[in-house]
């Protein structure tokens, strides 16, 4: 069965978009711990980070340099955070996101809760500093 991730990947799941290679595809989480919330997803389902072929893995963080940098330039921030956890859903993926403390890459914190105006609002934030 496939993860949400990879039906997001598919069209089957809508999404916002915020980059796409032959390898990964970059997103909004709907459910932020901040805005500028975006996850970065490799397109091989795979459940665990550190099960990903070593090629694709060096890759990953190239991938996801210009999306945090961008990250950086469209929310205020001391810099963007990285955390992978992988507990959430099995397809591995990484969480980057606009931090000023560590505190803010505390998962058990309540989530944001941000309508489809507000969400589109970030994609074209994040985008317009790509």
Not at 36 to 45: A, D, N, S, W
Not at 48 to 64: N, Q, T, Y
């Amino acid at each position: 069965m496939s993860s949400v991730f990879s039906k997001i990947i598919a069209g089957e799941i809508p999404s916002y978009k915020i980059a796409e290679d032959a390898y990964f595809f970059a997103f909004l989480d709907i459910f932020p711990m901040r805005e500028g919330h975006v996850l970065v997803v490799p397109k091989k389902e795979i459940d665990k980070i550190f099960d990903v072929p070593d090629d694709i893995l060096a890759r990953w963080m190239v991938f996801a340099k210009p999306i945090a940098k961008a990250i950086e330039k469209a929310f205020p921030c001391n810099r963007c955070g990285i955390s992978v956890i992988g507990l959430e859903v099995p397809h591995a993926h990484m969480h980057l996101v606009p931090i000023d403390s560590s505190d803010d890459l505390n998962f058990t914190r309540a989530k944001l809760k941000l309508s489809a105006d507000e969400l589109r609002e970030i994609q074209q934030k994040i985008l317009a500093c790509l």
